[in-house]
């Protein structure tokens, strides 16, 4: 709305249609999206997640062969803080039937570098995965273009 001749309800349509592209680039064609690699769940979910000004913590529920069952966003934080606990994630897991979970979050700040903070809680839901039999396959850091994966770091 700060360019000349864009008012709300223009400003709105293009909103709505920058959010229909970014929904369309991660759906993945209308097929469930099967995970192989780290580099797969971030091809997925960097589409939704690169832009955002706030934290957003979601899980992506897995069936047995690793598709994409459901994604589920938990947390809609702050500019550095989105907060989630195991209970919800693994909610979200047993609600849609999965076998396994990955779950991603963003970093508006433009570093995919994980915090302690980050750290801790990828351990605490591994643990919680083990106990329940639902297995924390990894979590993505998106951060514009670029992600981390902590399983690959071996952080899991």
Known sequence: MRIEGIGAAKALGILAAIELGRRLQ?????????????ED??????????????????????????????????????????????????KAAVDHVGAAVLVVHNHPSGNPEPSGEDIAITRQLAEAGRILGIPLHDHIIVAGNGYVSLAERGLL
């Not at 991660?26 to 099967?34: F, I, L, V």
């Not at 000004?53 to 938990?74: G, K, R, S, Y």
Request: net charge positive; charged share 20%.
């Open 26 to 38: 991660s759906d993945g064609g209308g097929k469930r999206a099967q995970l192989r690699t780290p």
């Open 41 to 90: 769940a971030a091809r997925l979910v960097i589409p939704r997640l690169r832009d955002l000004m706030h934290e957003v913590f979601a899980v992506l529920v897995l069936d047995t062969q690793n598709a994409v069952i459901a994604t589920v966003e938990l947390s809609h934080g702050t500019l550095n803080a989105s907060l989630v606990h195991p209970r919800e994630v693994f």
